[in-house]
């Protein structure tokens, strides 16, 4: 099932946009995904500073990330998600990165 037709996304738009149907939906962005567009790179970030011998390291690396990663990241990226879904929307689906 593609993102954007998580029951909690289609609850909000359906409330927000009065859209009943996922049918002209873009397809799955990552700009419509606060993990993709910022969660992830910080975390990243986080895992790589140093280069990573193994994959044990690296399961390692991440889930020590995971664990000391600010939870203002977090919000701040979920805050942002209604202005990309505000974006995708006034875009008809279309290109709308520029409009960020």
């Known amino acids: 099932m593609p993102?954007?037709?998580?029951?909690?996304?289609?609850i909000f738009f359906q409330m927000k946009h009065q859209l009943s149907s996922c049918q002209h939906w873009p397809p799955t962005s990552p700009d419509l995904n606060?993990?993709?567009?910022?969660?992830?790179?910080?975390?990243?970030?986080?895992v790589?500073?140093?280069k990573v011998n193994d994959v044990d390291e690296l399961r390692q690396r991440i889930q020590t990330g995971w664990d000391e990663f600010d939870q203002r990241v977090?919000?701040?990226?979920?805050?942002?998600w209604h202005?990309?879904?505000?974006?995708?929307?006034?875009?008809?689906?279309?290109?709308f990165e520029h409009k960020l």
Do not use: F, M, N
């Not at 993102?3 to 289609?10: L, N, S």
């Not at 606060?34 to 986080?46: C, G, I, R």
């Not at 977090?74 to 942002?80: E, G, L, P, Q, S």
């Open 34 to 46: 606060p993990v993709d567009y910022k969660v992830w790179s910080v975390l990243q970030e986080q």
């Open 48 to 50: 790589y500073k140093v």
């Open 83 to 95: 202005t990309h879904l505000r974006a995708c929307v006034e875009a008809k689906g279309s290109q």
């Open 74 to 80: 977090i919000d701040k990226a979920i805050k942002r």
């Open 3 to 10: 993102a954007h037709h998580a029951k909690e996304t289609v």
